[in-house]
């Protein structure tokens, strides 16, 4: 693994032999919080009694976890198949995901949910209609089915209804909905069902997906992005759509990224926080009223942001400390701070100083969260 790499798997706050209890908050709707229950928390609540939890993520009506058996889990919404587990039953409480026990990560998108093993292959469940599930069919799959048959697989991402990926010699790969341009592959590209290769360069370390929002940074610390743009969320200082990869700014030490519903955030490494696009609830954090931003403006004056989660209207936030801070729309409750109040500004979600992961939220229209904490 390259030291760009390196740096990215270390910031990246995820179950790199870490482990921890999981927390939900927000939405509870189709038991997506995973407690058993449909009630929204109004802030972070413990899921079960187990603490040994590595990897989250949470989609459009379900999550999913990875414990350090490495068995895969998950629960909430199952109309299309999405949790994996064979039956289109709704499930309120985790549910292990067969009886496989190489599981590494997992990442959900709307209705569909895509799963790395420690081998390096990659598994696709759920909604399949946009060949989202990478396995060359348009047919739902309510159990794991494996994208493609190669087994170098070293980073994915999911997005709304597409997919990205990065193989173990540095290419770039998408698959999916290309809607918007999200898949990079050219303004008459059309919708993949299996991966295909986006340009021919071997030089990206990580990928970052959103709401038809694409982003990724290249081992020379460059970012780029494309997809959906009508609100400056792809950063590039206008509000066109792209349908390939474009250099976000000059710099070069970018070091991650994260993308929602119309505002996308970033971080370098020096561990500021940068923010661009849709503003109308505060989402990005830079205490304005400014509706939209087109290009990257820095979030406070610190440097201790270590991984970002833009939701549909809301962003989260972990710093080195160990803490969580959210802000944005607080409708159902989504930044955990105990209360519907719109916050223009990071606030610290509780005290707790032992947050290791926060899962993505840009799915999740009405608001629905989770963590880990040691």
């Known amino acids: 693994m390259n030291k760009r790499r390196m740096m990215i798997a270390a910031a990246g706050a995820a179950g790199a032999g870490t482990e921890g209890k999981l927390y939900s908050w927000g939405n509870g709707l189709w038991g997506i919080l995973g407690d058993g229950e449909t009630n929204h928390n109004q802030s972070p609540a413990q899921v079960g009694a187990l603490n040994d939890w590595t990897y989250t993520a949470i989609g459009d009506a379900q999550g999913s976890g990875v414990r350090s058996d490495g068995t895969l889990w998950a629960w909430g919404r199952n109309q299309k ?108 590209s059309g919708n993949k069902s299996s991966p295909t290769q986006i340009g021919a360069l071997t030089d990206w370390a990580s990928v970052w997906g959103g709401f038809y929002v694409s982003i990724a940074v290249k081992t020379n610390g460059t970012l780029w992005a494309w997809g959906i743009n009508g609100q400056g969320q792809l950063g590039l200082g206008d509000s066109s759509n792209k349908s390939s990869p474009v250099q976000v700014g000059s710099g070069t030490d970018w070091l991650k990224g994260g993308g929602g519903d119309g505002h996308s955030l970033f971080i370098k490494t020096d561990y500021t926080l940068w923010a661009t696009g849709r503003n109308q609830f505060g989402q990005l954090g830079l205490n304005t009223a400014t509706e939209y931003y087109s290009s990257p403006t820095q979030v406070g004056s610190g440097g201790d942001w270590l991984d970002v989660a833009c939701g549909m209207k809301h962003t989260t936030a972990l710093k080195t400390d160990g803490t969580i801070w959210a802000w944005g729309n607080g409708t159902n409750y989504r930044t955990g701070h105990g209360n519907t109040t719109h916050y223009s500004s990071p606030v610290q979600i509780g005290s707790g100083t032992k947050w290791i992961q926060i899962s993505r939220t840009g799915f999740n229209e009405n608001g629905s969260n989770l963590g880990v904490s040691t």
């Open 81 to 188: 198949g999405q949790l994996g587990v064979n039956n289109t039953t709704n499930y309120s409480s985790p549910v292990q995901v067969g009886s496989d026990t190489s599981w590494s990560k997992v990442e959900a998108g709307i209705e569909f949910c895509v799963a790395m093993k420690s081998d390096g292959t990659l598994w696709g469940m759920g909604r399949n209609d946009n060949g989202q599930l990478g396995d060359g069919t348009t047919a739902n799959r309510s159990s794991p089915v494996q994208v493609g048959s190669e087994s170098h697989w070293v980073d994915f991402v999911v997005g709304r209804w597409h997919v990205l990926g990065i193989s173990s010699d540095g290419k770039l790969w998408a698959w999916g909905d290309d809607n918007q341009g999200a898949l990079g592959l050219g303004s008459s």
